[in-house]
């Protein structure tokens, strides 16, 4: 692609931008080997942000907040800052921080008692 001065590359900026927000296939790769077509696909991190999201994944996201949240406010001896790093850890990566906030929790737990 050839470029002609800033405005073009803004605008190819944009459009792209567009397309990794909303997640449609942005390049359409040749046929492979055994004749078929790929599409790569590109997801956006905060869903919740752009209001494309199902209402069941926004009240699972939801339900995994308020359950970090519980989570923290029952640590006692955590700083302020520690405990929002967490829910936040929770509201970015969902499950994964979620699970992760459970188990840092359970070991804590633990080794406290």
């Known amino acids: 692609m050839i470029t002609t001065g800033p405005s073009t590359v803004i605008t190819i900026a944009a459009y792209s931008f567009a397309l990794i927000v909303t997640g449609l296939a942005i390049l359409s790769y040749p046929a492979d080997a055994r004749g078929g077509y790929r599409a790569r696909r590109r997801t956006m991190l905060l869903f919740v942000l752009i ?3 199902p209402i069941v994944l926004l009240l699972a996201q939801l339900g995994m907040l308020y359950l970090a949240i519980v989570d923290m406010h ?3 001896d955590l700083d302020f800052q520690v405990k ?6 929770v509201l970015l990566f969902g499950v994964v921080g979620f699970i992760a906030e459970k188990v840092w929790v359970t070991v804590r737990r633990r080794r406290a008692s």
Not at 84 to 89: I, P
């Open 51 to 53: 209001g494309h999201v």
């Open 74 to 76: 029952q640590e006692a």
């Open 84 to 89: 929002v790093w967490w829910v936040l850890l």
